[in-house]
């Protein structure tokens, strides 16, 4: 009797086990909330996919093989949010290969993964930021390089939106998402993170600038000495290009002035213009660092260009994409927008220098508040200097009558 | 198969005392040279002052090419244990099969227990053994999925807590030290703990049953209490091939004191090359030879403080083996002590501002930087402590256990929780460039 009661109890464990398995594999199967499965996509079940917006370098490695496309745009959540692969100027089908706060490395690895799923790639485009080439990075815990090079998703990955905790909440998120009649905040296009216009939010705005001043304590700068072994990747991009035919557009990515005043401040200029000379040495680059009309947009909850010191929003990246295939010229600020080549460099970084010093004249109360954060972070009073910086920042925008540098 | 072979020879010529004893310490050296060359050359290396010795005795043995065979630390205490008692005379002739599977069988190779080959050798070669038994099973699965659940939802969710404090030990608060030691303390209780059911289960599977080797150690109200709860056969393994060999208590309370030293250092030692494995042995040493000299003058203290004492002491010791040195220990220790001031996250000065009257300060985010889990932290440390100390552990559970449709639903909920928090979908999960 006994001996039947354990064999029953180990049926009904079994079978439940198993039961319940198939069921959750099922289920994340259908909603597929990462769209790397490729089930079909279904209105008020699972055609929004909220998850995606977190997960780049796992559905964009899947999303190629469906795209195919001629051209590319690669860089960080700033072109991930900024480029519209739907330009006029791109060869379509383009695709926005935007991976979230990336090293030069992964970078080369998504280059790489696209030309193998596309040797027909045509044009390439990159959002050059300074801080991927900080030879101490490593890639982000997400990044897997196993999953690039070949068409499909790779067994672990396959295991993991399938059967985990993870999947299972992402699946749920996505059918409740789903239900809901309001349209989200923001959806994937094309790889392009959409965001809905909307006011920004000055103390977002601020603390990305303090956040961006720890990341060269804590993060992406930190010990931030050398870039000699994350330009051998750029080279390797550089030399594939060239000797597959295919168009390589380079630009350092137009943060918003105070960022790069930052990285004034905290002593990484010399290293930054150096960085620019080595990268110029490579191929040419159209840099928008620096403060011009775009970049010295004044902080209000209105602005037009930026989302937060570091992003810049479509209608920037618009400008940088026609300033760099010649398109609606007239539409871009004059300033907007280097062409480096080795002989001119010189030139344009004293251009640059002299900007900045234009900036401080016209915008003293901003240079100060910036040179505040750097201070106060090292201090670590946060708590009290956002509020300080808010209240000194609007006080700044009532003084000052007409901020020159704005378009 | 050397240390069968020598198990052998010492089999065959235990009536020689002095050949026997040359196969013994020749099998000794060997087991423990092995260990030494892959677990302890580079520890050893840091020793030497550079010197041309040490250039060519790096090129010699290139202690970066190193690789530690997997389980090495348990198999060679389970063949040295094997050959010391070929040479008391105290095992029969195992076939070579059997040994083999003692040493390889797999429940228990990775992370113990330390099997003695009586406990099993016998088992194997039972006929009802080799059928498939519906309750072994049974009882395998419930104590496999217990202890796989505590490895993963318990220890791994703690391990998020502890490497970032742990790396920036130097710069840790009073609240900040105390959550990474105690989550430090519980990770280890889990994970270990878990790997022992793990075995046990697998081992009942298969109809084998291996040894206990955890007992809810952190119920303990003294350290000698603690280490008979704690790696119950590594204990027994140090008392019956060190402590004893070396005297034990039969020479007087000095020398107990002095082997209690050296076995808990060599302990420690077996643990990990490096000082704070070392330091770690050597404060557990201290620790029984304090309890040791309480109890032989009579000194007793109330349960619940030598609780308190015994379990502060185990904190204590899990700072030192966790740290990457001991200068970090000590600064963690120290930050423990509160002697630098007590900060606590300013959102809570609304709750107990009381407290700013004692001394305690409040600050504000991102100050208490390594304070990862925040109040969440506190609230489920508090009630892991809870669980540790009062609740009953799996072989009590077990006692308990029949064989009713809702404990496979339960079982079959744990089972189904761990699978699924086993893979994860690894988010980016800070949104910033």
Redesign the interface.
């Known amino acids: 009797m006994a001996k039947h009661s354990f064999r029953k109890f180990n049926n009904t464990f079994m079978t439940m086990s198993f039961l319940a398995v198939c069921t959750i594999s099922l289920f994340n199967l259908t909603i597929d909330p990462l769209g790397v499965i490729g089930s079909p996509s279904i209105a008020g079940v699972n055609a929004i996919k909220p998850k995606t917006l977190n997960n780049s370098r796992l559905f964009k490695a899947v999303d190629m093989a469906r795209i195919r496309p001629k051209s590319i745009l690669l860089g960080s959540s700033r072109t991930d949010i900024g480029l519209d692969p739907s330009h006029p100027a791109l060869i379509q089908p383009a695709y926005n290969l935007g991976l979230t706060a990336p090293n030069i490395y992964e970078l080369r690895r998504y280059f790489e993964h696209a030309l193998t799923i596309q040797p027909e790639l045509e044009q390439v485009v990159i959002g050059l930021d300074f801080q991927m080439f900080n030879d101490l990075r490593t890639p982000q815990p997400d990044f897997r390089d196993q999953r690039l090079g070949h068409v499909g998703i790779i067994g672990s990955d396959l295991l993991d939106v399938t059967l985990s905790l993870d999947a299972l909440s992402a699946s749920w998120e996505t059918l409740l998402r789903n239900r809901n009649p309001n349209l989200p905040r923001s959806v994937r296009v094309n790889g392009m993170m959409v965001r809905k216009p909307g006011e920004v939010d000055l103390r977002v705005f601020f603390e990305t600038i303090a956040r961006a001043q720890r990341q060269y304590q804590d993060g992406v700068y930190k010990g931030f000495s050398s870039y000699e072994n994350s330009l051998t990747h750029l080279e390797a991009i550089v030399e594939t290009c060239a000797d597959r035919g295919i168009q390589l557009f380079l630009f350092i990515s137009p943060a918003h002035a105070t960022e790069w005043e930052s990285i004034y401040n905290l002593g990484l200029w010399p290293l930054f213009e150096q960085w620019k000379r080595d990268i110029v040495g490579l191929h040419p680059v159209w840099d928008f660092s620096g403060y011009n009309s775009v970049t010295s947009e004044v902080i209000s909850p209105g602005m037009i260009y930026y989302t937060d010191s570091s992003h810049y929003t479509p209608s920037a990246g618009q400008l940088v994409l026609n300033r760099i295939f010649n398109h609606q010229l007239e539409s871009v600020p004059y300033d907007f927008g280097r062409y480096l080549i080795p002989e001119m460099l010189t030139f344009h970084q004293e251009a640059i220098a002299n900007e900045r010093l234009i900036w401080h004249e016209k915008q003293p109360d901003l240079a100060r508040v910036v040179a505040d954060i750097k201070r106060y972070e090292e201090t670590r009073y946060a708590e009290e200097v956002y509020p300080l910086n808010l209240a000194t920042i609007m006080q700044a925008q009532i003084v000052s009558e007409e901020p020159l540098l704005h378009p | 198969m050397v240390n069968y072979l020598l198990g052998n020879r010492l089999h065959e010529v235990r009536c020689n005392q002095r050949l026997s004893r040359i196969f013994l310490y020749f099998g000794l050296l060997f087991n423990i040279g092995l260990i030494a060359y892959y677990k302890y050359t580079v520890f050893l290396m840091s020793w030497l002052p550079p010197s041309k010795l040490s250039v060519w005795i790096t090129q010699l043995l290139h202690p970066d090419n190193i690789i530690l065979p997997l389980a090495i630390s348990f198999y060679t205490f389970q063949q040295i244990s094997y050959l010391v008692d070929a040479y008391r005379g105290v095992i029969p002739n195992y076939s070579l099969l059997d040994y083999s599977l003692f040493v390889l069988f797999f429940p228990q190779l990775i992370a113990g227990p330390i099997v003695h080959h009586y406990e099993v050798i016998p088992q194997f070669n039972r006929l009802r053994n080799l059928l498939f038994c519906?309750?072994n099973?049974?009882i395998g699965?419930i104590v496999f999925v217990i202890g796989l659940s505590k490895k993963v939802l318990i220890a791994d969710s703690l391990a998020g807590w502890v490497t970032l404090p742990f790396n920036h030990a130097a710069e840790l608060s009073f609240i900040e030290a105390w959550t990474a030691a105690l989550s430090y303390t519980y990770q280890l209780y889990f994970d270990f703990s878990g790997y022992c059911d793990m075995a046990l289960g697998l081992g009942l599977m298969l109809n084998v049953k291996l040894p206990i080797n955890f007992n809810s150690p952190y119920k303990s109200t003294s350290i000698v209490e603690f280490w008979r709860r704690w790696h119950i056969t590594l204990s027994n393994f140090l008392r019956d091939y060190l402590y004893i060999p070396l005297g034990g208590n039969r020479l007087g309370e000095s020398r107990r004191v002095i082997n209690l030293m050296i076995t808990m250092l060599l302990g420690g030692l077996w643990h990990g090359a490096g000082w704070t494995y070392i330091a770690w042995g050597g404060f557990h040493g201290v620790c029984l030879s304090i309890n040791h000299i309480w109890k032989k003058v009579g000194f007793y203290l109330p349960k619940q403080i030598s609780w308190l004492v015994t379990f502060l002491a185990v904190i204590i010791g899990w700072v030192i083996f966790r740290a990457q040195s001991l200068g970090d220990a000590g600064h963690i220790l120290w930050a423990m002590t509160g002697i630098e001031g007590i900060l606590l996250p300013?959102k809570y000065r609304g709750l107990v501002s009381n407290l700013e009257m004692f001394g305690i300060r409040f600050n504000?985010?991102?100050?208490l930087?390594y304070f990862p889990g925040g109040l969440e932290s506190i609230v489920i440390l508090f009630i892991v402590t809870l669980w540790v100390v009062f609740l009953p552990n799996t072989q009590e559970l077990i006692q308990k256990f029949k064989?009713?449709?809702w404990?496979?639903?339960l079982?079959?909920f744990l089972?189904?929780?761990t699978?699924?928090?086993?893979?994860?979908?690894?988010?980016?999960?800070y949104?910033?460039?």
Not at chain 2, 364 to 367: G, I, Q, V, Y
Not at chain 2, 419 to 428: A, D, G, I, K, Q
């Open positions: 519906q309750k099973f049974a699965c300013g504000n985010f991102p100050s930087d064989p009713r449709w404990w496979s639903l079982l079959g089972a189904m929780l699978l699924l928090s086993m893979s994860r979908v690894t988010e980016f999960l949104f910033q460039f």
